[in-house]
């Protein structure tokens, strides 16, 4: 997964600092789905922490520069994990989430 989202950014025309938030929206859901949480619940933590930094840590407590567009980098990375998770871990004939990963902590 890490190798297409690396290939993705290779091309040169996404900046770096939006490479660098693919990636880590990309690695947030992959620790929560790691983690227990199911697919919908892993996306949601990435986007979630994208919108986090972007809002509290760059906008209110003024440690950076806030960025809708890098908002926006972290949730694609996360629900490029979310897809390419959904694609390898789910059999064509499965069509309902296993009703143990209803929760991320258990």
Not at 35 to 46: D, E, K, L, T, V
């Amino acid at each position: 997964m890490k190798t297409v989202v690396f290939i993705l950014t290779l091309n040169g025309n996404v900046p770096q600092d939006k490479s660098l938030h693919l990636l880590a929206g990309s690695g947030i859901s992959t620790v929560a789905r790691s983690s227990g949480c199911n697919y919908w619940q892993s996306a949601a933590i990435g986007t979630g922490v994208g919108l986090l930094k972007e809002g509290v840590y760059d906008k209110m407590l003024g440690k950076g520069n806030p960025s809708v567009k890098d908002a926006i980098a972290t949730a694609v990375g996360s629900l490029i994990n979310f897809k390419i998770t959904i694609g390898k871990n789910k059999s064509k004939h499965e069509k309902k989430f296993n009703t143990q990963e209803e929760y991320c902590v258990r």
